[in-house]
């Protein structure tokens, strides 16, 4: 085998090929600008996310709050079962019909029966799905419309609550 005919001094003159020991290079205005920069957008984005997040986790568990009965405002309540599409087409027009009221005229809350509590709610007034159950501001039950309705008729029922 054949001796390298490289010196000592030669081969030490190499720079090694470590990542470690690779020249240190100072990071110029513009490099530092553009990790700000990038920084701030990525800080920027997970937040506006989060706050979307908390956002629609308060609306939910405001519009599942079913202490809201008996507040003094006439209240709707839906025993609502998110898997149902008729429980979806009746929460639709239920809407539809509750946004030709003005805001704080009227409450809408939505007992879940895949939950505890909403299916308690709904044992307490021996209603299945697809059912709304009208209170006066009181917390006294009105009336309770059970299967599908359209906006118009819904509209009707809920102006006779408010009138009281």
């Known amino acids: 085998m ?3 005919s490289k010196t000592k001094s030669a081969q030490k003159s190499r720079k090694p090929k470590s990542a470690y020991a690779a020249e240190k290079v100072e990071p110029n205005r ?22 979307i997040i908390a956002n629609m986790v308060s609306n939910t568990t405001h519009a599942h709050d079913l202490t809201r ?8 309540v839906q025993v609502h079962d998110p898997n149902c599409s008729l429980c979806v087409s009746l929460q639709r027009e239920t809407k539809r019909a509750l946004n030709r009221f003005d805001d704080g005229e ?4 939505i007992a ?22 009208l209170f006066n501001g009181d917390g006294e039950l009105q009336a309770i419309l ?3 309705r359209g906006q118009h008729e819904l509209h009707r029922a809920f102006e006779q609550l408010v009138s009281g």
Do not use: C, M
């Not at 513009?30 to 706050?51: C, E």
């Not at 009965?69 to 709707?76: C, E, F, Q, S, Y």
């Not at 009227?106 to 809350?109: A, E, F, R, W």
């Open 30 to 51: 513009r490099d530092v600008l553009r990790k700000l920069r990038n920084g701030a957008i990525g800080l920027g984005l997970v937040g506006g996310a989060g706050a």
């Open 146 to 148: 059970e299967g599908q």
């Open 2 to 4: 054949k001796k390298s």
């Open 106 to 109: 009227l409450d809408y809350v």
């Open 112 to 133: 879940n029966i895949k939950s505890a509590k909403g299916r308690a709610f709904a044992n307490r007034y021996g209603v299945q799905h697809v059912t709304l159950l």
């Open 69 to 76: 009965v008996a507040n003094g405002r006439p209240t709707i």
